[in-house]
């Protein structure tokens, strides 16, 4: 994404009817340790990206994974296409960057650029880094014997998590619009790091009950002194995001599209899938 002559010549080469840009360095713990990478990767390979279609193909659509975590410090709950930006870490203001970038480019020269603000969307795809695959993983190997505890950070932070797959099918139709424009894809459910944790460890046959606040706080295995989660402190942010919720209203009313799988469901086929995998 950095390499704009090597996105240039690609773009030139093959005049793409559709370009879905997903590329980025996507873990927001990462960007507070890797801040000018991020921004490398995220605001400049962006602008390279619109740069070569405007340059070599301007017929080529476009979708830009833009993200809630523009959100940040939120000024509403739950979030739509009009609630103001805060963003919390050197990611989000990385994404911020490209948002704008397609705005402006789509403004400037009547392109047909697109801004997907998705919500968290998880699979059992989901990289192990991320908080829930990293529990559907944990709770699948300790129930099966294969791991002692699970580290966490922040239990209290709440997000919007729904299911990759529905929102691949959002970005598709995003681009088959008649117009460019920008839409939110969530669930518009906010669930805690605590429940996710709960739920998962549930699918997996074990029930979770917890004790202690906030740095002390850990989840025992009911009804036993038996410690399966921990926190430890290194998994905090500098800055946190602390509830995301999205209201999707507009691509509902505009394209039909509607998450169809949500919480519950969502973290059983993913520990089902991390079981399997396992046994
Ligand atoms: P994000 O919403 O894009 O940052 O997705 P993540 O899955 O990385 O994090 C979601 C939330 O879970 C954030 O508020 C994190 O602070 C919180 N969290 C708590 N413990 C952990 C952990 O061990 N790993 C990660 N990645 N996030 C954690």
Redesign the pocket.
Known sequence: MTDHQFINDLIKKHGFDEVYHLAGQS???LSFSNPIYTHNVNAMGTLNLVEAIREESPRSKMYFAATS?LYGKVKEIPQNEETPFHPRSPYATSKLAGFWTMKNYRESYNLFLCNGILF?HESEMRGP????R?ITLAAAKISLGMQDHL?????D?K?DWGYAKDYVYGMWLILQHDKPDDFVLATNEAHS?REFAEAAFGHAGIDIEWQGQDEDTVGLKRGTDQVLIKINPE???PA??DVLQGDYSKVKKVLGWEPKIKFKELAKLMVEHDLSLFR
């Open positions: 873990f927001v713990w975590e968290n880094e991320f908080v829930t990293k580290e966490l950070g922040n239990l932070a997000r790091v998994f905090y942010r946190e995001v």
